[in-house]
C-alpha cells in the first residue's frame, strides 16, 4: 500500500516518501506549508488513490480535544427526563460521537484528517497525545474505553500560525511542502489544464514567479490561485503574447485579483507600475 500521487495530485518524490513513512510506521504526519499549496487536499488524494473513506475534522479557534472524541449533551437529557421521554435512561443516547471516535470504531482503516491544527488553542494537541499515541480514549458517561479497530492513517495540517508542543511532534512524521519549482509547477498546471496551449502557461508562469518576487508582498500568490487565474485567462480568451508584452514595472497583468488578494499588495503593484522597482 503505497501512496504515488493521482492523476489529479502531482507528489514530488519527498511528499511520497513522508506519506509512505507515515503509513509505514503507523504515525501521523504534520504536513505545513504556504495555503494553498495543496495540504488539505493531499488527504483527499491519499484517500482516493489507496481508496479508503476519510474523515476530516475541520479545526477552528474555539475547538477542543475533548469535541474531537465526544460531547455528553447533559441539558437535553435533563429536558427529556422532565418531559418523560423514552431512552432517557440510556446514556449513550445522548453522546455525539467526535470525528476520533468514528475513525476508531470504522471496520477498515480511514483516512483522518486533522486540518489546520495550528488555529485551536495550544494545549489543544497536548490534549490528544494519549489518545493519537495508544489509539484509544476513555468515555467516562459509558464507563468504556473506546479502541481503534483499525489504526487510522493521520494526516495534520498546519499553517504555522502556532508552534506545536514538542511532546506532540515528538510522535509525528513532519514534511514541508516546499513551494513548486517551475518545472514540478508544469506537471501541476498540466493535469488540470491537458490541452492548454503551453506558450501561454509559460507566459502566464512567468508574471506569476515574477509577482512571488516583488519585494515586500504580504501574501504571495499560491499554487492554487496560479491555477483559478489561468481558468480566468481562458475564460477571457486571453492570448500568450498579451502577457508576454506585460512589464510589471509598466502594467497591471489582467485578472490581478486572482493572484492579490489584499490591499497592501494591490498598492504595491501600483506603485511597482509607477516605476518604483521591488524586485
Request: net charge negative; hydrophobic share 40%.
Amino acid at each position: 500500500m503505497k501512496f504515488k500521487g493521482t492523476d489529479t495530485y502531482v507528489a514530488t518524490q519527498e511528499l511520497q516518501i513522508a506519506v509512505n513513512a507515515a503509513i509505514h510506521l503507523e504515525k501521523p504526519l504534520i504536513v505545513k506549508g504556504e495555503p494553498g499549496t495543496g495540504k488539505t487536499l493531499l488527504a483527499h488524494e491519499i484517500a482516493r488513490a489507496l481508496d479508503k473513506p476519510i474523515i476530516t475534522w475541520h479545526i477552528k479557534s474555539t475547538t477542543t480535544a475533548q469535541q474531537g472524541l465526544y460531547e455528553y449533551d447533559a441539558v437535553s437529557r435533563l429536558r427529556d427526563s422532565q418531559l418523560g421521554a423514552e431512552g432517557v435512561e440510556d446514556i449513550s443516547n445522548y453522546i455525539k460521537k467526535g470525528k476520533l471516535w468514528e475513525a476508531f470504531e470504522a471496520e477498515e482503516s480511514v483516512i483522518l484528517l486533522i486540518d489546520e491544527i495550528d488555529k485551536a488553542d495550544i494545549e489543544f494537541p497536548n490534549d490528544l497525545l494519549l489518545e493519537l499515541d495508544k489509539m484509544e480514549f476513555y468515555c467516562y458517561e459509558l464507563q468504556e474505553t473506546i479502541k481503534a479497530k483499525q489504526r487510522p492513517i493521520i494526516l495534520i495540517t498546519s499553517n504555522n500560525e502556532k508552534e506545536l508542543p514538542d511532546a506532540f511532534l515528538r510522535r509525528c512524521l513532519f514534511h514541508y511542502i516546499r513551494f513548486p519549482e517551475s518545472e514540478t509547477m508544469q506537471r501541476i498546471v498540466d493535469v488540470h489544464y491537458p490541452n492548454i496551449e503551453q506558450e501561454l502557461v509559460t507566459n502566464a508562469m512567468k508574471l506569476f514567479y515574477n509577482i512571488r518576487d516583488v519585494r515586500g508582498i504580504k501574501k504571495k500568490p499560491s499554487t492554487s490561485e496560479l491555477l483559478d487565474w489561468l481558468r480566468l485567462l481562458l475564460l477571457e480568451r486571453i492570448e500568450s503574447g498579451q502577457l508576454d508584452d506585460i512589464d510589471l514595472n509598466k502594467d497591471i497583468p489582467p485578472h490581478l485579483g486572482a493572484l492579490i488578494k489584499n490591499e497592501q499588495d494591490l498598492d504595491l503593484m501600483e506603485a511597482l507600475r509607477k516605476g518604483k522597482r521591488f524586485y
